[in-house]
């Protein structure tokens, strides 16, 4: 099946600081893809749309100057976590529908922010 | 998207079937149900999904009530390996434009 490679699996990385996390479909292209966010024992809450060649859609209540999301080619698009804070430790996924019946997930980047 | 109610948690002993429940009781005609799970600190799985037929893959079956308020996701013979948290999710087909909308899921645990 489709693959969805996310990366770094694991960050950490120091207040103020910016991280950049990578999701790429291996295998089929993506002309929109998903980011989500999970903190402990909650489910995924949907961040933003990426969308090839144009501007992301946000979705309220996040904020769109400090989750920076670039869709530069059909197959990757990239979530920059700007000046993070320890309230942005969380585990991000990303997600590419193919043209078929399912979607396919990242496996996930664990932010820590010290 | 109709929305979609789920046990919190269920248990099952290894090598029995589990049977988790879903109700989508405001479910449209042209919606979907489909199911996904997700094993601690990894993304989201594709399990199945259906119309209104019941369906089987080597995953797992999907059973849809004739008028399609609810349904019941089987894993036949469970295994360790299938503790997850289970997500019900109704929609209107694969459309690569939209994103899957996770409710809270039914936390599946297995044991020996």
């Known amino acids: 099946g489709a693959v969805v490679s996310q990366h770094p699996s694991r960050v950490i990385c120091k207040s103020g600081t910016s991280v950049k996390i990578e999701c790429r479909s291996l295998?089929?292209?993506?002309?929109?893809m998903f980011w989500y966010r999970q903190f402990p024992k909650q489910s995924l809450m949907l961040m933003a749309t990426?969308?090839?060649?144009?501007?992301?859609?946000?979705e309220q209540g996040v904020e769109k100057d400090k989750f920076l999301i670039n869709h530069a080619s059909l197959t990757l698009s990239t979530l920059t976590v700007t000046s993070a804070h320890p309230e942005d430790s969380s585990f991000y996924i990303c997600?590419?529908?193919?043209?078929?019946?399912?979607?396919?997930f990242g496996q996930g980047t664990r932010l820590t922010v010290v | 998207d109709a929305k979609t109610t789920q046990p919190t948690s269920m248990d099952c002993a290894e090598g029995r079937a589990a049977n988790l429940p879903c109700n989508h009781s405001?479910?449209?005609?042209?919606?979907?149900v489909y199911w996904y799970r997700q094993i601690h600190s990894q993304g989201p799985q594709y399990i199945i999904h259906?119309?209104?037929n019941n369906e089987t893959n080597e995953m797992a079956s999907l059973i849809i009530t004739e008028d399609r308020k609810s349904s019941t996701l089987i894993l036949p013979h469970a295994t360790l390996r299938d503790t997850a948290v289970y997500y019900c999710?109704?929609?209107?087909?694969?459309?690569?434009?939209?994103?899957?909308?996770f409710g809270k899921g039914t936390t599946l645990s297995v044991s020996s």
């Open positions: 990426s969308n090839e060649g144009s501007k992301a859609t946000y």
């Open positions: 259906g119309l209104k």
């Open positions: 997600s590419a529908p193919d043209t078929g019946s399912e979607a396919f």
């Open positions: 405001t479910i449209s005609g042209n919606e979907y």
């Open positions: 295998d089929f292209q993506a002309t929109t």
């Open positions: 999710i109704v929609r209107v087909g694969h459309q690569a434009g939209t994103a899957l909308i």
